[in-house]
């Protein structure tokens, strides 16, 4: 374990759901009773995964269930997971906010925690007070603090407030002047939550490549949160991806990013089949849609900025002249405003080879959509100007959950764009 500075032992955290403790005098006085007698707590034998969308039968859940990795000096592991999977449970376990349930946990060196806004900070004192207060709490003396004080400072973007109590800064304001002090101070290992999310881009991509200068110049371990795809590719050298409590994934960031946007098997088709609030004059049904990467692998999420395509199954009812057949596919905000818009005609496509097939596909290079969630509207017809013409249309066909990503490497992300016409591929 030379160059191994955390390593994590059969890690679970337990919670009963709805009160304090056990809930009730019994339950605390069984668990008093197996604790004096050095028993295992009766109540880690029963419990639930954390699945926040079902209801479960017991009052019992595990937020975390047997975590095991480790960390060398120098690594950035990056933690994915959808919310409820149990990623700032761990942090919190790691930067001993909380217990684990079992298991143990063995570092060497100090650690240093950014998991919400302003964490440790008083609000009633001033910025610079603060810097002392926090860095004293992560256990450094105040003469190591006062030399990193104008450093810190200056990286906050703050100096014209540093004087002013904390309690009347914004969210961006505090964000910036916590990560200042956790980045600053050195620590052996910096556990970052999604606290970067507060702050502006400029601010993101500052603390970005200050974590990169941490890991790589300093040699110091970096754990870190992230809904933000790009920013776990760029920065992290190894990724873990969570779901209900479990590690489901070790390996390779990009790897992890990939294995986390892919779909499982009862989301990677939408039956439209029995669909009754549809237009057309039923020559064929638009039946199943799919979500693939560049691959052709299924997905239920893709990432701002990559490849995505479209598969369209349809059930033929009457033979047609596919030569004369125009598709569009829109994307739409939560207002239902078109901010996508693919035509097959405005793109030259050809759908005669549709008259041997059941499917085709639209190809989106860099799809050029931030981090929301938006749905497909499908429209196909003959002509573009009568209703009659129409074969078949359905509105809110499918629900895209597009994934924040910096590609362009800019450190912004994408606006959300009004254009009707985009780079695309329709293929039968």
């Known amino acids: 374990m030379s ?175 916590a990560f200042a002090v956790a980045a600053h101070l050195e620590p052996d290992i910096l556990v970052v939550d999604e606290v970067l999310a507060v702050g502006d881009a400029e601010f993101q991509k500052k603390a970005i490549g200050k974590m990169q200068d941490i890991s790589r110049e300093d040699g110091r371990t970096v754990l870190f949160v992230s809904h933000n795809m790009g920013a776990i590719m760029n920065l992290c050298t190894r990724a873990l991806v969570l779901e209900h409590g479990n590690i489901v994934f070790e390996g390779d960031e990009k790897e992890a990013v990939n294995f986390y946007i892919m779909a499982k098997k009862d989301k990677e088709q939408i039956d439209l089949k029995h669909r009754n609030d549809r237009i057309g004059n039923g020559q064929f049904l638009i039946s199943y849609i799919t979500l693939m990467d560049s691959n052709h692998n299924p997905i239920s999420e893709v990432l701002s900025g990559k490849d995505l395509i479209i598969r369209v199954e349809i059930d033929k009812k009457e033979d047609i002249d596919y030569s004369k057949l125009i598709v569009s596919i829109a994307f739409q905000d939560s207002n239902e405003n078109t901010v996508l818009l693919f035509s097959s005609d405005e793109l030259k496509s050809d759908f005669t080879n549709l008259n041997n097939s059941n499917s085709f596909f639209l190809k989106i290079p860099k799809l050029p959509l931030r981090g929301s969630f938006y749905s497909l509207r499908l429209v196909t017809t003959y002509k573009t100007t009568r209703v009659e013409d129409f074969i078949d249309t359905i509105d809110n066909a499918f629900k895209v959950s597009v994934i924040e990503n910096d590609f362009l490497n800019t450190g912004k992300k994408l606006r959300r764009l009004n254009q009707v016409f985009l780079e695309g591929e329709f293929m039968a």
């Not at 994915?80 to 570092?107: D, E, F, Q």
Request: charge should be positive; proline fraction near 2%; aromatic fraction near 8%.
């Open 3 to 177: 160059d191994v500075i955390l390593k994590v032992e059969s890690v679970s955290k337990q919670y009963r759901l709805g009160l304090v403790s056990s809930g009730t005098l019994s339950h605390d006085l069984k668990r008093w009773w197996y604790k004096i007698r050095r028993k295992e707590d009766p109540f880690l034998q029963v419990g639930e995964a954390n699945d926040r969308s079902t209801v479960g039968n017991s009052d019992y859940v595990w937020a975390l269930r047997d975590i095991n990795f480790e960390l060398k000096r120098g690594e950035v592991l990056g933690i994915i997971g959808k919310n409820g999977a149990g990623k700032s449970t761990l942090l919190k376990i790691l930067s001993r906010v909380t217990s684990p349930s079992t298991g143990v946990i063995k570092t060497k060196g100090r650690i240093a925690s950014l998991l919400e806004v302003g964490t440790g900070f008083h609000p009633e004192m001033t910025g610079l007070e603060n810097i002392y207060l926090n860095g004293a709490i992560l256990g450094m003396t105040k003469k190591e603090i006062k030399f990193k004080e104008d450093e810190i400072i200056d990286f906050s973007g703050c100096r014209r407030y540093i004087n002013t109590p904390v309690k009347r800064y914004s969210s961006g304001m505090r964000v910036r002047l």
